[in-house]
């Protein structure tokens, strides 16, 4: 079993920039594939970004593809989501995923992005 904590979110203006950080606890970080999800008011739980255990490959939603990186350091048990040209339609919350057999999530930050 794994716990995350997300990090980094906050108010920012449309066109900025915030990095996101997930930090997991336990000895077996490498093993889980690690994602980005996010939940706007009112909508769905979405997918933005997920890594492969290794960080060789990383799949993103098509809404903030060029504009979002993932990435994770796994001797410091953390994944990260660089954001740049945020867009109102960006606001929400954001969730931090680890998956292997079963999926584990964080309690989520809030990101928040004014026009």
């Known amino acids: 079993q794994v716990q995350l904590v997300e990090s980094g979110g906050g108010l920012v203006q449309a066109g900025g920039s915030l990095r996101l950080s997930c930090a997991a606890s336990?000895?077996?970080?490498?093993?889980?594939?690690m994602g980005w999800f996010r939940q706007a008011p009112g909508k769905e739980r979405e997918f933005v970004a997920r890594?492969?255990?290794?960080?060789?490959?990383?799949y993103y939603a098509d809404s903030v593809k060029g504009r979002f990186t993932i990435s994770r350091d796994n001797a410091k048990n953390t994944v990260y989501l660089q954001m740049n040209i945020l867009k109102p339609e960006d606001t929400a919350v954001y969730y931090c995923?680890?998956?292997?057999?079963?999926?584990?999530w964080g309690q989520g930050t809030q990101v928040t992005v004014s026009s």
């Open positions: 336990g000895r077996t970080f490498s093993r889980y594939t």
């Open positions: 995923n680890a998956r292997d057999t079963s999926d584990y």
């Open positions: 890594i492969s255990w290794s960080g060789g490959s990383t």
